[in-house]
């Protein structure tokens, strides 16, 4: 098997791994409230995705609430 000669510099190694960095993609905004949203994903702000309205934001603000007020108990 080859083995290499001598040590690759950190220039080199940098080069090659220059393009090998994450890209975030940039935010959807929802067409109902123009919040920033990532694609794909329900808006938590109003709770539209895909034309309709998926969850009544109230009420999931009540679970929250009592699902907070159950671990307050314990």
Do not use: F, W
């Amino acid at each position: 098997m080859a083995v290499p000669k001598r040590r690759q510099s950190n220039a080199r190694t940098g080069s090659r791994r220059a393009h090998d960095h994450l890209i975030v993609p940039p935010p959807t905004y929802c067409p109902q409230c123009n919040a920033p949203v990532p694609s794909h994903v329900m808006c938590p702000r109003c709770g539209y995705y895909m034309g309709r309205t998926l969850t009544d934001m109230d009420e999931l603000e009540r679970l929250k609430k009592q699902r907070e007020a159950r671990k307050g108990k314990s």
